[in-house]
């Protein structure tokens, strides 16, 4: 499949439309999901999702295959997030000394039985996703929702393999200790690693 996806980032440098419609049909959800999971916010991995595939579809006439395409695709989709972050702190600080003076800009607004438990427990697994340091959560996203192996999360969030172990490692320690204190239950360990 690699060597398909290559000719298709040939043909998208080529400014071929069908190309660049079946490399969007292959990626867009994988895409939408990690941005998701990443920012909290569906309509702005949604905005996101599309700068990455304009950025795709710019790039592709320069792209080398130093690794595989798909971690091209989420590392261009980790670093859009990652700045609209840091973009989005910038905001909060300066929303609070607005308030702090009187004046306040609009805040953004976050978009049988055991169903009810099951979907309380995946809110406070997500709550707790979300909680953990921005690396944390790209290198356990990453990993769990986009199967990607540890040397394409290292390539994606360029660091080395062995950081992606450790950031791994404190993902899920953090993450049992997270919910352990919210719902009082200590997440099952799937077995030994990932």
């Known amino acids: 499949m690699e060597e398909s996806e290559l000719l298709l980032i040939r043909a ?11 490399l969007i049909g292959r990626y867009q959800n ?4 990690f941005l998701f999971r990443y920012v909290g916010d569906f309509h702005l991995a949604q905005d996101l999702a ?6 795709v579809f710019q790039a592709a006439p320069t792209f080398r ?4 395409v798909s971690s091209w ?6 670093n859009l997030a990652a700045n609209e972050l840091k973009r989005r702190k910038r905001m909060d600080g300066l929303n609070a000394r607005m308030s702090a003076e009187g004046r306040h800009f609009p805040a953004s607004s976050p ?3 055991a169903a009810v438990e099951n979907r309380e427990l995946e809110e406070q697994l997500m709550a707790a996703v979300s909680r953990l340091p921005e690396n944390q959560r790209a290198a356990l996203l990453l990993k769990i ?21 450790s950031l791994l490692f404190r ?12 719902t009082g239950v200590i997440p099952r360990q799937r077995g030994p690693g990932p």
């Open 145 to 165: 929702n986009e199967g990607l192996s540890y040397l394409e999360i290292s390539t994606v969030l360029g660091v080395s393999v062995a950081s992606v172990e």
């Open 12 to 22: 998208i440098a080529d400014r071929d439309e069908k190309a660049f419609e079946t």
């Open 111 to 113: 978009p049988g039985d």
């Open 73 to 78: 695709i989420f590392k261009i989709a980790y």
């Open 50 to 55: 599309q700068e990455v595939f304009l950025r």
């Open 65 to 68: 295959p130093r690794a595989r």
């Open 171 to 182: 993902a899920r320690s953090r993450l049992k200790q997270l919910m352990a204190d919210s």
């Open 30 to 33: 994988p895409v939408i999901s």
